[in-house]
């Protein structure tokens, strides 16, 4: 492996041990939106102007929260839950919670009442696959766009949104080159590289993620295989 390599991978490295951090600033005026599942699609958190981060968990351990919800809850909606109790995410403008699982759909009442932000919204998400479910869907993500339409005080155009999506799918590709290496014997990048990656990009603008994927697709394609 060369240098080059070793050097994007510090990079690389640093973005995801930092990740918290990299919206903090604040430098773009855009607003951000965290968001706890991709039940309710950050294209549409896009498409509105607004930058989506993506809450995750991380190691450390569970203290404050268990102070206002049960501790035998699920231990990763608690660890969130901490994280912005601890002030770790005071940076994001709003919060979205999907109907993912129960845990999560009763964590949101309970969030918002700790830790209010300017916007908050649950989404409802069908747990099924039925023509029902299907129009059930289109529905929330339509209560779901006139929402977000009524937080930034203008309408989301049809163009914003296919704008939107075909950047989210550019960067679906480029991810999915990247799982493609992953085939080889051996593989040029590892799954512990994937995970970063993808944390490291729901950090960050997608846009910003479309470029910092181009790059690091071009060091790994040209890695060397032993």
Known sequence: MGQRDMAELEKLEEMYKNRNLLLRNGETGEKIIGYLCNFAPPELISAAGMIPYRITGKRGEIIEADDCVEPLGCPYIRNCFEQDLKGEM??????VISHSCDAAQRIYGIWNTYKKKQYSYLFNAPHGTSEWS?????????????????????????????????????????????????????????????????????SIPPENFNVFLKKVMSEIAERKQS
Do not use: M, W
């Open 134 to 202: 299907r129009n059930f869907f289109k529905r929330e993500l339509l209560f779901f766009k006139e929402s977000l339409e009524r937080f930034v005080g203008h309408k989301i155009s049809e163009a914003d949104i296919i704008d939107t999506i075909e950047l989210y799918n550019q960067n679906r590709q480029l991810i999915k080159y990247l799982y493609s290496l992953r085939k080889e014997d051996p593989p040029r990048v590892t799954g512990s590289e994937i995970l970063k990656i993808l944390l490291t990009g729901c």
């Open 90 to 95: 005071d940076f994001l403008d709003g919060r």
